[in-house]
């Protein structure tokens, strides 16, 4: 009787553990983040898509450090009704074992994202694609789709965006400058002008443009949009995806040129459309970036660093790196979704989530070691 007690009383414990109480409902950002298979949420620089009553949460699946020398096996899901406690759907897109693919064993997958199609009934992913052995030469983006949201997704294609077409925002006289990178002095005040410029969109014209760090967003109207961080990660650019949101339109422009951003995560409220990003400093962490627009395809002001704090925050956006702003559905109240990147373990890089608070109407990153929902009900 004493034994069949302690195993009674050890199984209540790992089910706590896993699915915690009501009393337990918080986050607890850069802490083990354990999911339904007692496993931390192995899901990175992703996103979340709420579609019937539930959040899916996409992001890379990383494997242990030195596993076949292989760092991801695709791209990763987990379902959640409350958003604290999360089920593990699996591994949605599979990077299958096939040679003649540029979606082979070895090559880089980040950042993916989401979307649902409302015409098609489709769900479309896309993510930062780079091809084996060849580093991040490629920066290309890379597009699947599912009948199913977990899954699986099946790989359409990997491509760079807007080939043979100029920005909306890129003038006549800019696209006639014949100044080349083998004239200029690398980060000399002349080459960050003539980048500053279009030196490196020049230069992608004919093939299509760089696409590295990414998001997608859908605005209240349909009409999609896959924003990335391009020309050697100089400048964004914010590109509008065709109807079925398989391919790029055409229609794209140049936000921030020069100013070196990655990272960016859009999110809409009151007619304003607003951006955190951040810095280029690979694994490190670095200042916070906004900006804000009145229009998803029209100039681009810089707010400046969101968080608030002490220096050491403020400096390294608590440490992590955004990948999204998900908006809770049915309220204009949003979370910044960080990642405190582990490079020597990506797999155990943990999940930065801050409520997005308002100061003179601007939104601002403010750190709590616990906190939960009803911080939003709370008048700022």
């Not at 990763?76 to 591994?91: F, I, N, P, R, T």
Request: with cysteine.
């Amino acid at each position: 009787m004493k034994n069949s007690f302690k195993l009674i009383f050890s199984i209540a414990i790992a089910f706590l553990t896993v699915f915690p109480g009501k009393g337990q409902n918080n986050f607890e950002p850069g802490a083990t983040w354990p999911a339904s298979d007692g496993k931390h949420i192995n899901v990175h620089g992703g996103g979340i898509l709420f579609y019937h009553g539930r959040y899916y949460w996409f992001g890379e699946h990383r494997l242990p450090k030195n596993t076949e020398k292989v760092q991801t096996d695709g791209v990763g899901c987990y379902s959640s009704k409350d958003l604290y406690h999360w089920k593990y759907e699996g591994v949605s897109l599979m990077i299958p074992n096939d040679t003649t693919s540029l979606l082979t064993p070895g090559c880089v997958v980040e950042r993916p994202k989401v979307i649902y199609n409302k015409k098609t009934g489709k769900f479309v992913m896309w993510f930062h694609h780079e091809l084996k052995g060849q580093g991040y030469k490629a920066a290309m983006t890379g597009v699947a789709v599912s009948n199913k949201i977990t899954g699986p997704y099946r790989y359409i294609h990997s491509l760079r965006p807007n080939a043979g077409q100029w920005p909306l925002n890129y003038s006549k006289e800019q696209q006639s400058d014949t100044l080349t990178e083998r004239s200029l002095k690398k980060w000399s005040p002349e080459w960050k002008e003539a980048v500053k410029n279009g030196l490196f969109l020049r230069r992608d014209f004919e093939g299509g443009q760089m696409a590295r760090d990414m998001t997608l967003f859908v605005d209240d109207n349909g009409k999609a949009y896959h924003i990335h961080s391009s020309e050697e990660n100089q400048t964004l650019h914010f590109s509008e995806l065709t109807d079925d949101y398989l391919g790029f339109s055409g229609l794209y422009i140049r936000v921030l040129p020069g100013d070196a951003n990655e990272a960016p995560a859009i999110f809409k409220k009151e007619g304003k459309y607003y951006m955190f990003s951040s810095g280029t400093t690979g694994w490190a962490p670095n200042p916070g970036r906004s900006a804000m627009s009145s229009d998803i395809l029209g100039n681009w002001v810089p707010l400046g660093n969101p968080c608030r704090g002490n220096e050491k925050n403020v400096k390294t956006t608590f440490a992590s790196q955004s990948t999204h702003v998900l908006q809770i559905n049915g309220t204009e109240n949003f979370i910044y979704m960080g990642d405190r990147w582990k490079p020597e373990e990506l797999i155990d890089s943990r999940h930065i989530w801050l409520p997005v608070e308002w100061e003179d109407g601007l939104p601002v990153i403010k750190w709590y070691d616990k906190w939960n929902l009803s911080i939003f009900s709370y008048e700022k």
